[in-house]
């Protein structure tokens, strides 16, 4: 089945990177995504990677995937106290027109300055 | 605001009523979905529509829940005789061709 993981809690000082990791299950996988959600509020896309792909680069943002070891990781650099949310890794499955997307349970980013 | 917009942003209802969520996509999108976020989880897919037509339904999508995009444009969640199981947050996104689906800021339904 299908199983996306991710670490419950970060806590980074203000200018430092912070690296948040996932782990999933399904090796078909097409497309990895990073969203952002603050408090009482939807999902933001962040940034996303094509399965083919093993780094993204997007300004302060870096993803990496290891699609051996089925990791994804989201580097964000020079964090700042804005940068604190709960980040979800999803993936998506579906190839051709659907984009249904399989969360992990987010991970709680506290950036103390 | 061209983004994904979600109406109302909060209801309160009581056990066994009925309640409908609006959501309207970003107009050139022909995909939206919705998904259920509980406390301290990450989303849920609930059900998927290309245009008017509804083409994929989670198992978690009881008969209690339709969903209906008559128009192929906005898209509206209905749940009969609420339970207090069903407080959650409801999330509708849209998407084109493309990777990419943008999420509206959702509905939080709390069944009292």
């Known amino acids: 089945g299908e199983d996306v993981e991710q670490s419950l809690f970060l806590s980074v000082r203000e200018g430092d990177s912070s690296v948040i990791n996932c782990t999933y299950t399904?090796?078909?996988?097409?497309?990895l995504y990073w969203y952002k959600q603050e408090p009482g509020a939807g999902l933001q896309l962040l940034t996303y990677?094509?399965?083919?792909?093993d780094m993204k680069q997007d300004q302060r943002l870096t993803v990496l995937l290891n699609k051996k070891d089925k990791h994804l990781s989201l580097r964000i650099a020079d964090t700042q106290t804005g940068d604190s949310a709960i980040y979800f890794c999803a993936e998506s499955m579906s190839s051709g027109s659907a984009r249904q997307l399989t969360f992990g349970s987010g991970t709680q980013l506290t950036v103390l300055p | 605001d061209t983004g994904v917009s979600q109406n109302p942003r909060h209801k309160i209802t009581k056990r066994g009523q009925n309640v409908t969520f609006r959501c309207d996509p970003i107009s050139e999108h022909n995909r939206l979905y919705w998904y259920r976020q509980t406390l301290g989880q990450g989303p849920e897919f609930l059900t998927y529509?290309?245009?008017?037509?509804?083409?994929?339904k989670s198992r978690l999508l009881s008969d209690r829940f339709s969903a209906e995009r008559p128009k192929g444009s906005f898209s509206t969640l209905e749940i009969q005789r609420t339970e207090q199981g069903d407080s959650a947050m409801y999330l509708c996104?849209?998407?084109?061709?493309?990777?990419?689906?943008?999420f509206g800021q959702g509905t939080r339904l709390t069944v009292v």
């Open positions: 990677i094509f399965s083919n792909m």
């Open positions: 399904d090796s078909s996988s097409t497309y």
């Open positions: 529509f290309q245009n008017e037509a509804q083409l994929e």
């Open positions: 996104a849209s998407s084109s061709t493309g990777a990419e689906a943008f």
